[in-house]
Each structure stands twice: as structure tokens, then as C-alpha cells.
Nanobody, 125 residues
């Protein structure tokens, strides 16, 4: 079973930065897509960013485009999300996820098999 553990969340002021990391264990996910999702209180889980197994294809939600950067290191089984110019509306629990084996890239929550426990990101105004 693949296990994902997020880290790097915390409390920052608007305009600040955080770098989220996700470490995978159990099985290699080098040919799987990876993604970051977030869920704010009272809201549905939404895609934030996604990256293909090769790292050559990336997706960013319009709300974070230009501020967030996703990257992965398959040799280290990690995926990261650099978050800059944070806004209060970025406040949420952020989840790392890995796609089903037959997907190398996906922006759909339904096409991800494994999820981390989440890490809280709080942006104060």
C-alpha cells in the first residue's frame, strides 16, 4: 500500500510563502501522476495543482496560477508545492495524492487512488 505524508503547512501572513512537501512510501509512483488538493471549511475538495509522472506536464488552478509551483523528484519519491504570495482564501487543508496506475496525469479527484493525511495552511489577513 502506498502511503503519503504531507509536511510544511503552518500559519503565515498574507503575502508570505510556504513550501509543502509530500513523501511517498510503499511502492514507487514514478510513473503515476501526482497532485495537490485543498479543502476549506464548508467547501468541497478542489484541485490545486497536478504534475505528470515525467514532470513535463503541469496544471494549476486559475486561483493559484503564477503563485504556486509544483515539482517532483521520482528518485526521492517526493512531490512539492511552493506557495508564494499567499492569500487568506488559500487557507485550507492541503492534501497530496497519487493517481491510479493507469493515469500518468490527471486533474480529476476521482482518478486519484491514494491520499495523504493533509496539512493545514492558514493565511492571516
Amino acid at each position: 500500500q502506498v502511503q503519503l505524508v504531507e509536511s510544511g503547512g503552518g500559519l503565515v501572513q498574507a503575502g508570505g510563502s510556504l513550501r509543502l512537501s509530500c513523501a511517498a512510501s510503499g511502492r514507487t509512483f514514478s510513473r503515476y501522476g501526482m497532485g495537490w488538493f485543498r479543502q476549506a471549511p464548508g467547501k468541497e475538495r478542489e484541485i490545486v495543482s497536478a504534475i505528470s509522472w515525467s514532470g513535463g506536464r503541469k496544471y494549476y488552478a486559475d486561483s493559484v496560477k503564477g503563485r504556486f509551483t509544483i515539482s517532483r523528484d521520482n528518485a526521492k519519491n517526493t512531490v512539492n508545492l511552493q506557495m508564494n504570495s499567499l492569500k487568506p482564501e488559500d487557507t485550507a487543508v492541503y492534501y497530496c495524492a497519487i493517481t491510479a496506475p493507469y493515469y500518468t496525469f490527471s486533474t480529476s479527484v476521482h482518478e486519484y487512488d491514494y491520499w495523504g493525511q493533509g496539512t493545514q495552511v492558514t493565511v492571516s489577513s
